[in-house]
């Protein structure tokens, strides 16, 4: 009799390679994070007290945005690390908040957004624009418009 219940209560392989692969998702998706952190380190410098204190000083996601949270929520009254602690425990034993967090990031991540951080440095048509300078931008963003007036006035 306890082999059968064994049958009834084991995982299946494929049980388990389901939830391998996602748990090796969710390690890609905070690593690709880390890794375009690091890539937009290289090519602004300037920026790299703000990825390092956001990201790269994090080991999870979870440690990131309860950092973040906190930082956002603190007050004279309500310090940053009781935050701290409070998110992470949360972040930590719920894991339907975790997936609604990882699921957002990809949703955002697929609608062609290359960086999720900073969002100042993209215009709404998700172009960066770092490196330039207010007039450069000016003078594409004029060019742009005349360009879309030759085009409708060739129709």
Known sequence: MNSVNDLHTRTSPEELHRRDEKEEEEEDLWAKMQEEARF?????????????????CH??????????????????????????????SILNENEEIMGAVKYDLRAVKGHGLRR?????????????????????????????????????SNR
């Open 59 to 88: 080991q999870s996601l979870e440690i990131a945005l309860a950092n973040h949270l906190s930082f956002k929520m603190c007050n004279s009254s309500l310090p940053s690390g009781t935050l701290i602690d409070l998110f992470v």
């Open 116 to 152: 999720l951080l900073p969002v100042c440095f993209q215009r709404e048509d998700g172009v960066k624009m770092r490196g330039k300078n207010r007039q450069e931008r000016r003078e594409e963003e004029e060019e742009e418009v005349e360009n879309g007036e030759e085009r409708r």
């Open 40 to 56: 937009d380190i290289e090519q602004e410098p300037i920026l790299s007290s703000y990825y390092h204190a956001s990201i790269l």
